[in-house]
């Protein structure tokens, strides 16, 4: 590895984002400590808190079974608004095409992003548009970013998490990873993956609803669940226990990375979120997810303890215990 | 021209760049009428007005005289929103690398990024990184999207300029476009042409301090001049006349549009501004700007009349006139 060059782990979301992220682009830019990392920032304003986040997205193919380039763009930022409590207000978009394009292609996109900003309550309100020669860029690139807006006086951050609490994941992993994999590769599956690409703002509500207890949220993208555990572990200086045999999981994401040799946990997903919930309210907490449409496979998957702080185990279904990492390398690239 | 897909012009921000924003984006994601659409969205947030704007960045090369992509994004973004009267106030970085990109010179550009931002006053906030495999990308592409607060009750938009307006530039036209050119063509000059890239919010304060006097500001970039003055004729139903002889003109750009047939009318700047302001504060509002330091060489260089609506002519050194319209094609592409 050559340490003076840009490689594809860098944007994997684990371990080389994060080296990458810590030692060069935060420092410089703006010197955020990676205990205060959260999907998006929050800045007061006149004492009205509001949030705001940023996300590109490269995922090739850019149409995939369950969504495409567009409402992945959407859902994403709305997510990331949502994953700090706030409720979206507006979002750019900026478009990076590719010349030769097809003009179809990039309306269905758009009328997909409209669809899903509709569907969560977010209005799109200013953009941009560049197109560069053939060969410089890959069809097309889409940031998003967002501003929201905190009606509430909660603080939900990566750095909340405390022994005890109840970790619950909306449903099952990996699917979205799966799903464009399966799309890119044009696997011949017998059963139908999709992606679970979905606006989660209308569940945070719900969850917002339990007011104290909910401590952290995060959506499980890029390097899946275990990264997004380790990285809360680490944030909040705690340890955690999940159980294998508690995470949801479709059979047929089971069986593709059986055969793949992948592990589900470190697939990315789109319409999850991890909520780490005060043990007296997890129930409660699991019962309102589980009427939630997005909610319905939610499930209880593991718990905070003291320490070691940053150590993220897991009990596997036959009974042992094994170390969880983040994501070394990059699994599965351009999955968003 | 193969009307399915995309081109080159498509990104121009001349007339093919209207035609594919007005037939195809923003109707399908916004429905934001072309009298409405500015440099930035304002939002209003509770009685207090937010101005919100995005930009993603291509040019190409990503280093040339007097800047790079770096502080070209950072100062774009600030600029769209000082055009709305806007103080920056956070602003976000997403970066899409090229698989074997310099580490090097991804931290040069970070580093110009975060001197860029603190210059303007804003804080980088937020942030995404993706990576793509080789080919995919051309090295850097950057979108910084920014948010800031209208700290006064004026309304500053494309569609306020009135029959009479006196039409300020803060200084030279066309720098930024001919030193990307020659930058990218390897062009040996006589002469040193740099990049005008600057931020606009130190000097648009200055202006605010104007009132109400201050109808239109905007960054005339990717179209230049012209572009801009006839968008800003048609959003407002006016006329424009302009004078050849008054426009500030670097002898060296000059030259070199000379040898090339570039106008250099139509050429981007990025540390330029066009205010339209009411005839009896035109001369304040120029002494003004000659005493900041982006604005030494101002000029005033037209007049509002009012119409025929949307037309834009100019006196051009010789004494005829000649009609002036958006940037037909792809002049210089990737020059921002």
Known sequence: MDKDLILLGHGSGGTLSHQLLDSLIIPTLSGIPATGQNDAAVLDQNG???????????????????????????NGTVNDLAMVGARPLAMSVGLILEEGFSRKALGEILASMRKAADLAGIAIVTGDTKVVPRGKADRIFINTSGIGVLDHGLTICGAGARPGDRIIINGTIGDHGIAVLAAREGLELESDIRSDCAPLNGLVAELIGEGKAVHVLRDPTRGGVATTLKEIALQSGVGIVIREQHLPLNGAVRGVCAILGLDPLYVANEGKLLAFVAPEAAERVLERMRRHPLGREAAIVGEVVSGPAGRVEMETV????RGIEMLAGEQLPRIC
């Open 48 to 74: 009205r808190r509001l949030a705001f986040t940023t996300d590109s997205y490269v995922v090739d193919p850019v149409f995939f079974p369950g969504g495409n380039i567009g409402d992945l763009a959407v």
């Open 318 to 321: 036959v009974g042992g215990r």
